[in-house]
């Protein structure tokens, strides 16, 4: 069973960059999303990046701050969000995805955007 | 970007007794190679999303039967037959046929 390790808590003050990893312990099959959830939100859909070519696809609001990146060596994803705000607090979840969709999920990491 | 909208957002159900959560996306999210990429995932309190239903109604490895989804085009439908105290949490359907994925509001569902 394929898990997804993500890097521990962060907190950034405003204007900052943070950037999360998530490490599968197995096959990435198609690649890796990522959602973040602020609190007491819902889910939202941030985008993703295909594991074989590295090509990505972001949601509107995220694609002039928010870079993914992809070690395959590693099988290792990462993703970057520069100048953080305080609405970016939040939990972002990292995500394989499969052919049936978002199959594994790692179980979060917390940033804390905060002056 | 497509809006799909869940009702009801929240849903007070009896041990034992059925519950069923809609979510309607604002097109069609039959994709270009037939399939139609809805899905459905379960929230617990304080843990990550774990996924439920994907391709409107094939049950993940592991989901009980007691889990269904149906639908086509631009209704679709989860339902539980007989609810348990483990079904407690927040339900979200997702899109993946165009992008931007997009997720519902989420249907919170607690027990009577």
């Known amino acids: 069973q394929v898990q997804l390790v993500q890097s521990g808590a962060e907190v950034k003050k405003p204007g900052a960059s943070v950037k999360v990893s998530c490490k599968a312990s197995g096959f990435l099959a198609d690649g890796v999303a990522w959602v973040r959830q602020a609190p007491g939100q819902g889910l939202e859909w941030m985008g993703w990046i295909h594991v074989y070519n590295g090509d990505t696809n972001y949601a509107h609001k995220f694609q002039d701050r928010v870079t993914m990146t992809i070690d395959t060596s590693t099988h290792t994803a990462y993703m970057e969000v520069t100048s953080l705000r305080s609405d970016d607090t939040a939990i972002y979840y990292c995500?394989?995805?499969?052919?049936?969709?978002?199959?594994?999920w790692g179980k979060g990491t917390t940033v804390t955007v905060s002056s | 970007d497509i809006v799909m909208t869940q009702t009801p957002l929240s849903s007070s159900v009896t041990l034992g007794q059925p519950a069923s959560i809609s979510c309607r996306s604002s097109?069609?999210?039959?994709?270009?190679?037939?399939?139609?990429?809805l899905s459905w995932l379960h929230q617990r309190p304080g843990q990550p999303p774990k996924l439920l239903i994907y391709e409107i109604s094939k049950r993940f490895s592991g989901v009980p039967d007691r889990f269904s989804g149906s639908g086509a085009g631009t209704d679709f439908t989860l339902k539980i037959s007989r609810v348990e105290p483990d079904d407690v949490g927040v339900y979200y359907c997702?899109?993946?046929?165009?992008?931007?994925?997009?997720f519902g509001q989420g249907t919170k569902l607690e027990i009577k």
């Open positions: 097109q069609s999210l039959v994709h270009s190679d037939g399939d139609t990429k």
């Open positions: 997702v899109q993946a046929t165009q992008y931007p994925h997009t």
């Open positions: 995500a394989r995805r499969g052919p049936q969709y978002m199959d594994v």
